[in-house]
Structure formats: structure tokens, C-alpha cells
């Protein structure tokens, strides 16, 4: 598959995002790797004025709603960062099979790294009102509930639902108040 292009013309408005691991490896199974990109959100929350409205981390994905500044480039901050933090989490462990697998499956264009841990570019929508908000929101929140993980999107720990369900969650979020949610 080619390279995955998305301009982001909105750079400040809310965004509905994926971001994938290279060739869908499950990569997020333990809370280790997890933490990482809790910490990756956190970080940018901090210094690029990251608001996430709403996310889900899965074993070989992730979903948001969030904006910042500048999105795109905030998007693209956390990906370098998980992809380092994560590579040296599997280094440290020595968890050879993902790291040939990461190494494998890296794009012929990509000659300074020897891995690749996100796929390229990212998957994103423009929230263009409310109702496309809540509808992502949603969407998100009951991707564990969907795939049989979970019987209530609230018990999914790797999520907001948790935060619109008066559960205290991992991360800071902004939570939309709506009667609907």
C-alpha cells in the first residue's frame, strides 16, 4: 500500500483521527506500551495544547477526537515520540519477533530508520458540528463493545468512556456536555 496523504486544512478545529501500527502488528497489548502513548498525549497536552475529546486505544490502533494548534504537526510529534519510546521498550525487553516485524515491514523509501512503527500519514476527518462530534464520540467509545472486548464501553480502561461515564480516566480530557453522551 502507498503512502497515505491527508492534508488537514482545519489545523485548529477538532479532527476525527486514526493512527495504526505498521501492518496492524498488535503492538499495544501490555500496559508498558500503553503507558507510552498515555504519556505521548500528556506531553502534548502540555506543550502543543493538545485537547482530546475523546479516545480509545486497541491492540494495534487508536482513535481520537482532539485539536491543538496545530493538529497535524502535534500528530505528527506524537508519533515520533511513541514510535522511539515504544521501539525502546521492545529493545529493553528484547521482543525480537515485533522488532523483525516492524523492521520488515518499514517502506523501501524510509533508508534512516531501520523500523517502522506507525503507518504512514494519518487518517483523518474534519469535524465539521456537533452532531459529527457526538457520532464520533460514540463510535469510538463502543469500538471495544463492538469487537467483544468489553460489555460496556465504561469498562474498556483504555478510554474516555470511562470520563462520560463519571469514571476518573487515564488522561485529561475535554468532555462534551451534551444530554446525548
Known sequence: MGRIRCKLYEQTDPHFITLSVSHWIPLFTNPQSVKILLEGFKLLQTENNLKIYSYVILENHLHLVASSDDISKTIQKFKKFTAKKLLDLLKERNIITILEQLSFYKK???K??????????IESKLIENENMMIQKIEYIHKNPVKRGYVDEAKHWRYSSARDYAGIAGLICIEKIYTNRL
Open 112 to 121: 534512516i530508520s531501520t523500523y517502522q512503527v506507525w503507518q504512514e500519514g
Open 108 to 110: 523501501t523509501h524510509k
